[in-house]
């Protein structure tokens, strides 16, 4: 009897020792997740965000859908404003020269790739949420856009709010975004 005691209890302290192991992993394996889906997130969010830039060179506003910010970026191009002489002295003559340059040329020799940017990293194919407009800001009409994602949609088995007790500002609804829809700002808030 003392013996089946013994073994009962040797095998309820192993399996407390695995409890505990996987406890303690928890943690480590949440920090590391977050730190690596958020990284990639945010690469994304960072391309996305240099599309729009030139998006916006091209057409003087924001894309509201990644259909059009890619159409533009791959069909359209930019203008180089060459001018020779000084345009402000009325006694010298001066010359204009607006060159095109493709815009997908431009972008390929940045690094950038534009052929899957509304896809959020580590889904089935989710797609950033993307929104551009017009406001009036400080007596000025501006365009404004803001593209993200809610931590939930990339965070895949770490999207509770249980794992907030890891990290203190880990919030599963809070936006990973770049821009704003109520001021001209592009920053991200990484």
Not at 15 to 33: A, D, G, S, V
Not at 90 to 100: A, L, R
Not at 130 to 145: G, K, M
Not at 165 to 185: A, E, I, Q, R, T
């Amino acid at each position: 009897m003392k013996s089946v005691i013994s073994i009962v209890l040797f095998l309820a302290s192993i399996f407390l020792m695995y409890l505990l192991f996987l406890n303690i992993q928890e943690p480590i394996k949440f920090q590391k997740e977050l730190e690596t889906r958020e990284t990639k997130v945010i690469k994304k969010l960072e391309d996305i965000r240099k599309a729009q830039e030139y998006y916006k060179d091209i057409t003087g506003k924001y894309a509201n859908s990644f259909d059009s910010l890619k159409y533009v970026l791959q069909t359209d191009s930019f203008s180089i404003i060459k001018v020779e002489g000084d345009p402000d002295d009325p006694t010298s003559k001066f010359i204009k020269t607006v060159i095109k340059r493709s815009a997908m040329d431009s972008i390929k020799s940045v690094g950038l790739d534009i052929s899957d940017l509304a896809h959020i990293p580590f889904t089935d194919n989710d797609k950033f949420s993307i929104e551009a407009d017009t406001l009036t800001y400080q007596s000025t009409l501006v365009n404004v856009t803001q593209v993200g994602t809610r931590y939930k949609n990339f965070m895949g088995p770490f999207a509770s709010k249980k794992y907030s007790k890891y990290d203190n500002s880990y919030d599963p609804d809070k936006m990973l975004k770049f821009g704003d829809m109520s001021s001209p700002n592009l920053s991200g808030n990484w």
